[in-house]
């Protein structure tokens, strides 16, 4: 996760692109401090080369001071790419080739968002055996799952784990209360 020195190292890159902005927004060491310490809270579960890596891609496509959601939202897609995420029509096409393997179901997916997706609409077994002319129904609602996972995701890594923590507690909380007052998990 980034630790002050990668932080204050990013901060100088940026300072060293935009030195009139720098210069005119961060003169004082109290205002440096206080952005330092902001970016820590704000980026501090980032892992030190994506961060390196967010600035650098800032500097190279912001014409401007990058805000803290821009380095974060760059630190998102860069974590994206090395998940190595297929595209829903390659997914798609995988799910097409397993079908026709000897065991479909022994199938190794290349990656977990393809069966999640695919167990969401039925699951392989099921696919396999429809008709022909229902494939285009079952690419659809693939591609829908599929695309809402890789969004989940996308929103998974923008948002701040302190976010995040407080949402899963909040939905825990939920739920001890809808059993304590008798209604079933799920029901509103």
Same mark, same amino acid.
């Given at each position: ?10 901060? $100088? ?23 330092? *310490?902001?970016?820590?809270? =704000?980026? *501090? ?19 401007? @001071? ?6 974060? %939202? ?11 995420? !297929?595209?829903?029509? %390659?997914? @798609?096409?995988? $799910?097409?080739? +397993?079908?026709?393997?000897?065991? !479909? ?6 990656? =977990? ?18 008709? %022909?002319?229902?494939?285009?129904? @079952? ?15 996308? +929103? ?19 739920? $001890? ?7 079933? !998990?799920?029901?509103?």
């Amino acid at each position: 996760m980034a630790d002050k020195a990668t932080i204050s190292e990013c901060f $100088v890159l940026l300072k060293l692109n935009w030195p009139d902005y720098a210069t005119k927004h961060y003169a004082s060491k109290d205002e440096s401090k206080a952005f330092l *310490g902001l970016v820590e809270d =704000v980026l *501090g579960d980032i892992p030190n080369e994506i961060l390196r890596a967010a600035t650098l891609d800032c500097i190279t496509h912001c014409s401007y @001071w990058p805000r803290i959601s821009d380095l974060r %939202e760059s630190a998102a897609g860069i974590m994206m790419n090395q998940l190595q995420i !297929p595209t829903s029509g %390659e997914a @798609w096409a995988e $799910v097409n080739t +397993a079908i026709h393997e000897s065991k !479909p179901h022994l199938h190794a997916w290349s990656h =977990v968002f393809i069966k999640q997706a695919l167990d969401a609409i039925g699951g392989l077994k099921a696919y396999a055996m429809s008709q %022909e002319q229902e494939q285009s129904i @079952w690419r659809t609602h693939f591609l829908k799952a599929y695309e809402a996972l890789f969004a989940k995701e996308q +929103a998974r890594l923008r948002t701040l784990p302190q976010i995040r923590q407080m949402g899963e507690r909040l939905e825990s909380e939920r739920k $001890v209360l809808s059993l304590e007052s008798g209604q079933k !998990p799920g029901e509103p």
